[in-house]
């Protein structure tokens, strides 16, 4: 997203006078970038402003601040385009048309009122999804029948997390929902997700987790709630997770957790995540120090982070 920023204030600074057409960038004859402002185009369901035809294996659109809304004639003249970011737009409704080739999607800080099944109801060969900061309120089942999404990204997005929000996801891998507002999460979330990988849950108000909330995930190798209120860690919730890699969890809830049996259940566990703030806290240097004395090979990681410490 920074790259975003960096680039879009490049571009604007070098182009005092504004073409009528969007300003097309090739970074070579497979790449080209295709970034639209305010001062060539309204979204009136008709086609993007281009100078000529554009081909080549990955175009990206980059709609920058621009208003109007997105309907199923938009883009009529680019139905090639591999990727599309939404960047401080201004809707009034969007229901993206079919884009055969599209396999990635950003909506970053873009007001729109709401976003439905409808929404995305003809991008079915998507596979990536990044919704950052967005005005928006995102209804259950939004991305029922997007059966080949596989990476989703929420990040400041506020979302109303109920058992039917991931309905439809059957092939997602990768989940991450990071600063989401989300305070509880019902035990049947993820019964929609079977093949979800990694799971991100930092940057919530999360207090519990139901003894049966991952056991769909059996296929889960990554959880992090290390930036979540959990106040005691049940490693119970783990007992269906035999092909665990990495887990992240609060400081304060370490004296919860049996290491002994939750390396019974996770055979597969080779890292526990902290937050950098926490490598200071007494109780993560006494476990490291009883890993090194049991000879228990387990790597100790921290993310680079501002907020508190979490012991």
Request: net charge negative; charged share 25%.
């Amino acid at each position: 997203m920074l790259f975003v920023l960096i680039l879009v204030t490049f571009l604007m600074s070098t182009n005092a006078e504004v073409d009528k057409n969007c300003i097309v960038r090739r970074h070579d004859d497979s790449d080209v970038h295709i970034y639209c402002y305010p001062q060539q185009m309204q979204l009136d369901g008709g086609e993007i402003p281009l100078a000529g035809d554009v081909t080549a294996d990955k175009i990206c659109l980059h709609l920058i601040e621009v208003e109007g809304k997105i309907v199923e004639t938009s883009f009529s003249n680019l139905k090639e385009v591999t990727h599309i970011v939404l960047f401080g737009c201004n809707l009034t409704e969007a229901i993206f048309p079919e884009l055969p080739k599209i396999y990635y999607l950003e909506m970053i800080r873009t007001i729109l009122p709401t976003i439905t099944k409808e929404t995305f109801k003809n991008l079915k060969g998507i596979k990536r999804m990044e919704i950052d900061e967005n005005e928006a309120e995102i209804q259950d089942g939004a991305f029922d029948g997007l059966e080949n999404l596989e990476f989703l990204t929420f990040f400041k997005q506020n979302i109303n997390f109920s058992k039917d929000f991931l309905k439809g996801l059957n092939n997602l891998k990768e989940l991450s929902m990071e600063y989401a507002g989300i305070e509880t999460v019902p035990e049947d979330s993820f019964k929609e997700t079977p093949e979800l990988k990694i799971l991100n849950l930092d940057g919530n108000s999360i207090e519990y987790l139901a003894p049966g909330t991952l056991e769909p995930l059996q296929n889960l190798e990554e959880f992090y709630v290390t930036l979540t209120n959990l106040k005691s860690f049940d490693i119970n919730l783990l007992k269906e997770q035999k092909n665990l890699k990495a887990l992240g969890i609060p400081v304060r809830t370490l004296k919860s957790v049996n290491f002994k049996k939750l390396f019974e259940l996770c055979p597969k566990l080779g890292t526990i995540r902290f937050m950098s703030n926490d490598v200071e806290c007494p109780e993560v240097k006494d476990l490291e120090e009883q890993f090194k004395k049991d000879n228990i090979q387990i790597t100790l990681t921290y993310i680079c982070t501002t907020d508190l410490k979490t012991c």
